[in-house]
């Protein structure tokens, strides 16, 4: 395994730790991480002057070893950063608990407009039975076709 005529053992090894770094990027699962981390500690065992067979066996040992430590951790890290359900909620399916207030009377079946966010949403009660006064509070509990429905 001698490459010194084609590549240095050191810049294998960093090239691997960049490509695995980029990998995680775009992949954000943590194993990726996890690899750039050991390919990184053959990089060193490399500038050390380690024998490949040593920079292989330090590779392996940190890639256990980071699979144990840091894949936990940058995990963690990751679902705190994910969004949340109301965050990644789109079109419609966003609206949902946003509360409102009534510009005018809601009464029985019908419908008014309101605003929401600058846009015009047409609402109706949830409940037809049950009639609403202008001023109202009421929170869009869903959907029916373009209509919003709203409930107290």
Same mark, same amino acid.
């Given at each position: 395994m001698d490459f010194t005529g084609i590549i240095s053992m050191w810049s294998l090894w960093l090239l691997?730790?960049?490509? /695995?770094?980029?990998?995680?990027i775009f992949t954000m699962s =943590?194993?990726?991480?996890c690899l750039a981390v050991a390919t990184a500690s053959g990089l060193i065992a490399a500038l050390l002057g380690a024998?490949?067979?040593w920079q292989l066996l330090t590779v392996a040992l940190a890639a256990v070893l980071a699979l144990i430590f840091v894949a936990p951790f940058a995990r963690?890290? /990751?679902?705190?950063s994910a969004p949340s359900d109301r965050e =990644?909620?789109?079109n419609m399916d966003a609206l949902i608990g946003r509360r409102i207030t009534l510009p005018a009377d809601l009464a029985g079946g019908g419908t008014v407009r309101v605003k929401i966010d600058g846009d015009s949403w047409q609402v109706k009660a949830a409940d037809p039975q049950i009639s609403y006064d202008a001023g109202t509070q009421m929170i869009v509990c869903g959907y029916d076709s373009i209509v919003l429905?709203?409930?107290r």
């Open positions: 691997l730790t960049i490509a /695995l770094g980029i990998f995680e =943590a194993i990726a991480l024998s490949p067979e963690r890290l /990751l679902k705190k =990644a909620a789109s429905l709203v409930s």
